[in-house]
């Protein structure tokens, strides 16, 4: 099965060989250290980490985190609300 990631809403294909995908990410992030230079920009670090994160499950780990601290800092207030009552605290409003 050909591995697949996903940003936004376009889905990009991997490399098959475990070895390429690794070496594609590890370059990626060593290229995305020099964005200073033309051509190269610090956007490749984020893409080799998420390239990475296919093979070791210390990236995927740190990958599903950023996910879930994404999402819960951009859920609707009610959902914030909800998740506070259940932990016991009480919701500041802004006023």
Partial sequence: MAHKVRVF???WH???SKPLRIALGILLI???LLGFLPV???WM???GLLVLSVD???VRRWRRQL???WHRRNAPDDT???RAARNGRKEERAP
Avoid: E, M, Q
Wanted: net charge positive.
């Fill in 14 to 16: 991997l490399p098959a």
């Fill in 67 to 69: 996910t879930v601290w």
């Fill in 30 to 32: 060593i290229l995305g």
């Fill in 56 to 58: 070791l499950p210390v």
């Fill in 40 to 42: 190269l920009g610090f």
């Fill in 80 to 82: 914030k609300r909800k």
């Fill in 45 to 47: 670090i984020p893409l």
């Fill in 9 to 11: 809403n376009s889905h």
